[in-house]
């Protein structure tokens, strides 16, 4: 029996790929249409998916759309690689030179990415039932736990910028019940500018009418935080 080493299947590979435009055929052509077809369609839910749950403070559509692009192009490099070496081995060459500079800042996003590129991997593969099953249990598990989350206080930064003694008190009482805790206060020659971070509850806004019309206060900014607390 004949043994070959990785030189052999390396140089028979090499003249495979030569003649690979005419060992092409209708069924290899179809299949890897159907496996492109499928992952535009895992993509395109993905997408929806994505639009649905999302929770940020900005939706991006750049970002929604690249989930979808995600998911097809990395199930047309699983097509490509895995019927030949020296294509495999190219394409990874090819990529290892790719830098990635776009930080992501919330964690769903990485989430999404990650997914995107599993379920390509697994259409890529031909498992594209398992791609399937990962996407509904992961839709179950999300929307699920979206609509448990319910109602939450939602957190604000307070800036107050005021002249004169005892605006602290008020702004104290005007908060109320209101969960807070002063963050920073910037003492000037003439006045004197706070930052306060307010847990707001059932969205009620009436401490803010109450410290707008205190001739004191020079000016008041209200600016959304967009963590997520627990009591």
């Not at 830098?99 to 031909?126: E, H, N, Q």
């Not at 791609?131 to 249990?137: E, H, I, K």
Request: aromatic share 10%.
């Amino acid at each position: 029996m004949e043994t070959l080493n990785f030189s052999d299947i390396f140089k028979k590979s090499f003249l495979e790929a030569g003649g690979l435009m005419q060992g092409l055929n209708g069924d290899v052509l179809l299949r890897a249409m159907l496996y492109i077809l499928l992952s535009v369609i895992i993509g395109v839910l993905l997408f929806i998916l994505y639009r649905r749950t999302y929770s940020g403070v900005v939706y991006s559509r750049a970002f929604a759309v690249s989930i979808l692009g995600m998911t097809v192009l990395t199930c047309a490099i699983i097509v490509t690689i895995q019927s030949n070496t020296v294509l495999s081995l190219g394409m990874v060459g090819a990529l290892s030179i790719v830098r990635y500079r776009t930080a992501v800042k919330d964690p769903m996003d990485l989430l999404y990415l990650f997914w995107a590129v599993a379920s390509g991997i697994a259409i890529g593969a031909g498992m594209f039932w398992v791609a399937l099953f990962v996407f509904v249990v992961m839709a179950i598990i999300l929307i699920v736990l979206s609509r448990m989350k319910g109602r939450r206080d939602e957190m604000y930064i307070l800036l107050v910028h005021y002249t004169g003694d005892g605006i602290e008190e008020k702004v104290r009482r005007a908060i109320g019940v209101h969960p807070y805790k002063i963050k920073s206060k910037t003492l000037r020659k003439h006045d004197t500018e706070m930052a306060i971070e307010v847990r707001v509850r059932k969205n009620d806004m009436t401490f803010v009418d109450a410290l707008r019309g205190d001739e004191a206060i020079n000016d008041l900014t209200l600016v959304q935080y967009s963590g997520d607390y627990i009591d």
